[in-house]
T-cell receptor, first 112, second 114 residues
Framework: DAKTTQPNSMESNEEEPVHLPCNHS???????IHWYRQLPSQGPEYVIH???SNVNNRMASLAIAEDRKSSTLILHRATLRDAAVYYCIPVVGSGNTGKLIFGQGTTLQVKP | DTGVSQDPRHKITKRGQNVTFRCDPISEHNRLYWYRQTLGQGPEFLTYFQNEAQLEKSRLLSDRFSAERPKGSFSTLEIQRTEQGDSAMYLCASSYPWEGGEQYFGPGTRLTVT
């Protein structure tokens, strides 16, 4: 399984953009890069995923480095509701179960 | 669709008792996963079903743990002879079977073993 490295914690001000980095230098060519977040006392919530190209959805954007050894989750305007633990998870592609191997994640604090 | 549901949300039991948890996935999803999360840690994978077949089990799943998905819809996770170390949040997730598909999680069942 590919290893990931994320900062333990980050802070942001409300309504400002947030860039959450993740290093996954051992990722294989067919691994997808998934991001999930977990709000206090809730189950994890899917945020976004990608393979090679940058991706956008209503929640966030995902920027994937050209060598795929790192990625950045971008929250365009942080709100208080975005305070959560964010997990970057490589997911094996073809022929696999799709199980998620969670690391420690990044705890994001959003200040009003 | 109301998403993945789990029952009960909280369970307090005495050491040595058996407990059973239920998970109802999103109806179109044929993949179902169980995870366990202890305080301050990320969730850990326990087991995976595709339809009714249990295709992978983690080494974390000791022989006191058993999971079923008899008709490929809901799933149950049973823990026999509970121990204090079993205290955790038990999370269920479901997904479509395609590559890289995202998982949708339920709210979890919080187990406390006294």
């Amino acid at each position: 399984d590919a290893k990931t490295t994320q900062p333990n914690s980050m802070e942001s001000n409300e309504e400002e953009p947030v860039h959450l980095p993740c290093n996954h230098s051992t990722i294989s060519g067919t691994d997808y890069i998934h991001w999930y977040r977990q709000l206090p006392s809730q189950g994890p919530e899917y945020v976004i995923h990608g393979l090679t190209s940058n991706v956008n959805n209503r929640m966030a954007s995902l920027a994937i480095a050209e060598d795929r050894k790192s990625s950045t989750l971008i929250l365009h305007r942080a709100t208080l509701r975005d305070a959560a633990v964010y997990y970057c998870i490589p997911v094996v592609g073809s022929g696999n179960t799709g199980k998620l191997i969670f690391g420690q994640g990044t705890t994001l604090q959003v200040k009003p | 669709d109301t998403g993945v549901s789990q029952d009960p949300r909280h369970k307090i039991t005495k050491r040595g008792q058996n407990v059973t948890f239920r998970c109802d996935p999103i109806s179109e999803h044929n993949r179902l996963y169980w995870y366990r999360q202890t305080l301050g840690q990320g969730p850990e994978f326990l087991t995976y079903f595709q339809n009714e077949a249990q295709l992978e089990k983690s080494r974390l799943l000791s022989d006191r743990f058993s999971a079923e998905r008899p008709k490929g819809s809901f799933s149950t996770l049973e823990i026999q002879r509970t121990e204090q170390g079993d205290s955790a949040m038990y999370l269920c997730a479901s997904s479509y079977p395609w590559e890289g598909g995202e998982q949708y999680f339920g709210p979890g069942t919080r187990l406390t073993v006294t």
